[in-house]
């Protein structure tokens, strides 16, 4: 039963304007004289004026050409287990001296984990206006550098390093961003990014940078929310990541991973300016029900794990200058998912909470 602790305590950190436009006014009718009047004319009536319609103003990346800045990043996270049962898993045999020692073992494990604390990983993010074409295309550079601990079984990341992605977008004088592109300095990573789609790589840059790709697209209009909806193909997703990360054990086991796709709305409310003249926006982000199944055909140790979102809270603020760069970002996202695991012939149910923030300030 030792093994099952042990494998099911590996698992868990894996499982992570429209304008409006004016009507002329209709032209007042024409008198019809009578027989014994003469004809009386009425003066023309010209339309009234259409109103040009005025786009609302947006955050503009004006910022000239070679423009850098540099910001320390820190990410912090806490993983807790609560609500642990422990029981024959339907149709197995077992009995409950060893359910019990099972319960024992497992309990002494999560309470291990829930008093290990807060992780905190520390890193730099890199903003570059790196060209300006003459329509006012500019190529914006996001370069990540994040320190990664060890993962055992990983050839990859045996120990301990560093690992930097660059983001590259192009921001049209509309907003609108294109040529999307996320490379890092990792082989294997980069093997891993030409597998995703345009959609994936726009919330994995989102992820890495806390830069909203529809940042530039917000209206400056203050109090007005602006929705976007973005649906991802998480099975595919996660097995490339895990396949990346943890090895090729855990890449086998993740291909029989199963999950539902996850439908994620970003919410962004401009807020005005704060003392210093920069723009400020509030995120929220709101998450449709997600489930996924994760099965192991290894006889040595039959498992499956089966998932469900319970609830997400996420939200943060964020600073521009008036040139469109980055000069703060917080965030915090609470989750809690409610997880099954058939180990063998023993079923544990539980919830598991992961509480991350994230914050970049001025070096």
Do not use: C
């Not at 109103?51 to 050409?65: D, E, F, I, N, Q």
């Not at 895990?242 to 439908?263: I, R």
Request: proline share 8%; no cysteine; net charge positive.
């Amino acid at each position: 039963m030792k093994k099952i602790l042990f494998l099911s305590l590996t698992l868990l950190p894996v499982a992570h304007a429209q304008g409006t436009n004016a009507i002329p006014a209709t032209p007042a009718p024409i008198t019809q004289p009578s027989v014994s009047q003469s004809p009386v004319l009425q003066p023309p009536v010209s339309p009234a004026p259409v109103a040009p319609s005025t786009a609302p103003a947006r955050l503009k990346l004006s910022a000239p050409v070679g423009t850098n800045v540099e910001l320390r990043s820190v990410t912090t996270s806490r993983l807790t287990v609560a609500n642990v049962q422990v029981s024959a898993r339907p149709g197995g045999q077992v009995t409950p001296v060893q359910l019990e020692e099972v319960r024992r073992s497992l309990q002494q494990g999560i309470s291990a984990m829930n008093s290990a604390g807060t992780t905190t990983v520390n890193g730099k993010v890199f903003f570059k206006v790196a060209s300006r074409d003459a329509a006012g295309n500019t190529t914006l550079v996001s370069s990540v550098v994040q320190a990664l601990p060890a993962i055992p079984g990983s050839p990859s990341f045996s120990k301990a390093q560093n690992l930097t992605l660059r983001v590259t977008q192009g921001v049209a004088p509309d907003g609108q961003l294109t040529g999307l592109k996320i490379d890092s300095d990792q082989p294997q990573m980069n093997a891993m990014l030409k597998t995703l789609t345009p959609a994936k790589l726009q919330q994995l840059s989102k992820d890495l940078s806390g830069n909203s790709a529809t940042l530039y697209s917000v209206p400056l209009q203050v109090g007005q929310p602006h929705s976007v909806t973005l649906s991802l193909d998480m099975q595919d997703l996660m097995k490339s990541l895990v396949g990346a990360f943890a090895g090729q054990e855990a890449g086998q086991l993740f291909q029989n991973f199963k999950s539902s796709p996850l439908t994620v709305t970003t919410t962004t409310t401009y807020q005005g300016l704060n003392a210093a003249g920069q723009h400020v926006f509030d995120t929220s982000s709101q998450y449709a029900a997600w489930q996924f199944s994760l099965t192991s055909q290894d006889a040595r140790m039959p498992m499956t794990i089966r998932a469900e979102l319970l609830k997400v809270q996420s939200g943060g603020t964020s600073a521009y200058t008036p040139a469109g760069l980055p000069v703060t970002l917080s965030q915090k996202t609470n989750m809690s998912m409610k997880m099954t695991m058939d180990i063998e012939d023993v079923r544990v149910n539980l919830t598991m909470n992961i509480e991350q923030g994230q914050s970049m300030q001025p070096r």
